[in-house]
């Protein structure tokens, strides 16, 4: 039988190329949580099998790489970070005494079925507020998010961040005078807005025992389409509605408001959701969402610690990679060698070596070569791999101790001793 050589299924490999690209992607996030002043932590791939389930519900468990360890612990894979990080706040809790803004690029397993962007590998780019309550840390997330979309080469003509709120959804419920117990079913049906048809949702809404004249208005309330609409359906003195209008406000301000769109039918699946939530999607609208997050302040309770009010924001790089490749958006610099060095015999090797090192101490990424080279062999190579400068060490080198670099985009020779170390 022959040897199956790729990835384990719903992995990646990832060649210099691809790596390149990966690398790319991690560059923006990293840049865009900086100049917004969040800190990155981590924290091990593998997490108790308690602590996801209390986070998301026992089900989960058919959806990670659930097992247990020699000693007969469950354990598994983590299928996201945000239960690692609501343990770490947890572990120290002496960080409640401030705000904690926190990012990571944590690779995630989800053991389930694959799908266009869905692999059951991925990185997922995360960033919290923990500690503060005001729509300014929703706004925080949205806008880091958006800026490094921004630094990858997409516009508000590429991506738009759609936004609705679980508060509002359920102080519009309770206008309804609905089942308090059929709740989260009735913002589940919402959620599927757009995915099935109208005569669709009224039957799922019909089979939660609502009356004709419920489902009609619950069939409205996906009607509305803007945040005055949704104004005027809401109770008096709403603070759904006066959240969604300050955070819309901040995107004018900031001149991201071509970026931002209200949008009910954002729910989000986890239940844990509590008031602002928001999803990037592709303009076109072929993709999954690229990213979501929203407000969950009851997250630490649930795992036995205070009520503590958190913003968070998750993007994959499956997603958000096909729709690069999509948009033909540039995803990695080619050029990684800035310099090459060569040598002609064994005796000119010391030299190349020590000609080396001093590049690599005045800050050029060096490639030496590991064997010898024939000149147009070298060059050849050099031109191939489009290195700025190559140095050649041959008989003449080694008997002067002279050693020039070429430039490869115009010929030129500069004595390695006059080439300034980079800044």
């Known amino acids: 039988m022959s040897m199956n ?12 190329d691809t790596y390149r690209k990966r690398e790319h992607v991690f560059q923006a996030w990293r840049n865009a949580a900086l100049l ?8 091990p791939i593998v997490e108790s099998l308690e602590l996801l389930e209390r986070k998301a519900g026992e089900e989960i468990s058919d959806q990670l790489y659930a097992f247990e360890d020699k000693k007969g612990r469950a354990i598994s894979l983590r299928g996201e970070f945000t239960p690692s990080m609501a343990r770490m706040i947890l572990n120290r809790r002496e960080l409640l005494s401030s705000v904690q803004k926190w990012t990571t690029i944590a690779q995630c397993f989800r053991y389930e079925r694959m799908s266009r962007g869905r692999k059951r590998e991925h990185y997922q780019w995360n960033l919290d507020i923990i500690g503060a309550d005001s729509v300014v ?3 925080e997330v949205l806008s880091t998010a958006i800026d490094a979309m921004q630094s990858l080469g997409l516009g508000s003509e590429n991506f738009v ?10 102080e519009f419920y309770t206008k309804l005078g609905l089942p308090p117990e059929e709740y989260r079913e009735w913002c589940r049906i919402l959620d599927r807005k757009g995915k099935v048809t109208t005569s669709d949702l009224e039957r799922r809404f019909s089979e939660l025992g609502l009356s004709e004249s419920e489902v009609t208005t619950s069939v409205q309330v996906l009607e509305i389409s803007t945040l005055t609409e949704a104004a005027e359906f809401a109770p008096p003195g709403s603070t759904a509605i006066a959240d969604l209008e300050q955070l819309f406000q901040f995107g004018v301000n900031a001149g991201l408001d071509p970026f931002m769109e209200f949008s ?3 729910v989000r699946g986890l239940d844990y959701y509590t008031g602002i939530v928001f999803e990037g999607f592709d303009r076109v609208g072929e993709m999954r969402s690229i990213f979501g997050g929203g407000r969950y302040d009851y997250l630490l309770r649930s795992l036995g610690g205070p009520d503590v009010p958190c913003v968070g924001l998750g993007m ?5 990679g096909e729709t690069l490749d999509e948009l033909d958006r540039p995803q990695a610099k080619e050029q990684m060698t800035e310099v090459t060095v060569g040598y002609m015999t064994p005796e000119a090797e010391p030299m190349a070596l020590n000609t080396a090192r001093q590049l690599r101490e005045k800050g050029y990424r060096t490639d030496l070569a590991l064997k010898v080279e024939a000149p147009r062999a070298f060059f050849g190579r050099s031109s191939a791999m489009k290195a700025g400068m190559a140095v050649y060490v041959g008989q003449s080198e080694v008997e002067t101790g002279s050693v020039f670099a070429k430039l490869l985009n115009t010929g030129e020779l500069i004595a390695l001793d006059s080439i300034e170390a980079k800044q």
């Open 264 to 266: 009910l039918s954002i």
């Open 36 to 43: 917004h002043g969040f800190e990155f932590v981590d924290a």
């Open 5 to 16: 050589y790729g990835p384990t299924r719903g992995m990646r490999d990832f060649y210099p």
């Open 137 to 139: 840390a929703d706004f």
């Open 161 to 170: 961040v759609k936004i609705g709120s679980r508060s509002l959804l359920n």
């Open 316 to 320: 994959g790089d499956v997603v958000l």
